[in-house]
């Protein structure tokens, strides 16, 4: 069971160490090339490395949530919950339908609580943060998501564009014998009558 119909890694998750690709691409609800893009654009030399391979800097995970119109505030890092592990974070701090990108030592990882029970998702898929393998990983940086899944909920809300109706087929009745234009030719006789005027 996950939280949340968006709460789940992109269709095109790719592997490897990309831990903070992956969770910008989760909290923003867009694909995992469309989220590598992204710091790719933010003009840091270190995403720009041919052997780059998705890990992100703390920094950088805000202006790449900018960079997708996503709304977000940082927890101050006074609150008692930096340092903590991850599991006194999901305990103690996280809400209610909270959306929150964690970044604990080495890892970056989304949360999301549901009737009670935290959730966390990285590259490896969704578990409840009893089952989640870095669970005491401790933390250095929380962002609230405040749009969460905020692409991914446009676009299924988004109408589809209804199928342009066919064009009414012509109909060629069989030749009557009546022209198809009695007014232009009030004086056609009728088939029976005498011979025709062929239009076709």
């Not at 893009?37 to 391979?53: D, H, I, S, V």
């Amino acid at each position: 069971m996950i939280p949340h119909k968006h709460f789940k890694n992109p269709d095109d998750q790719q592997s490897g160490p990309n831990c903070g690709v992956t969770a910008t691409a989760i909290c923003a609800g867009v694909s995992f090339r469309k989220a590598w893009n992204t710091f790719k654009t933010l003009g840091t030399p270190y995403y720009a490395k041919k052997n780059w391979k998705g890990a992100t800097m703390r920094f950088d995970q805000s202006r790449a949530l900018d960079k997708l119109d996503i709304e977000y505030s940082k927890l101050p890092k006074m609150m008692d919950c930096h340092g903590k592990t991850l599991n006194h974070f999901c305990e103690y701090w996280a809400m209610e339908d909270g959306v929150y990108m964690v970044t604990t030592t080495s890892h970056v990882q989304t949360v999301m609580v549901k009737n009670d029970k935290a959730y966390v998702i990285d590259q490896r898929g969704a578990k409840p943060i009893g089952e989640y393998w870095g669970r005491r990983k401790r933390v250095k940086q929380v962002i609230e998501i405040k749009t969460p899944f905020k692409h991914a909920e446009q676009a299924q809300a988004k109408p589809k564009a209804a199928p342009k109706p066919e064009a009414n087929p012509i109909i060629i009745q069989p030749h009557s014998g009546a022209s198809l234009f009695p007014s232009l030719f009030p004086q056609q006789a009728s088939a029976e009558h005498g011979q025709q005027l062929s239009l076709f």
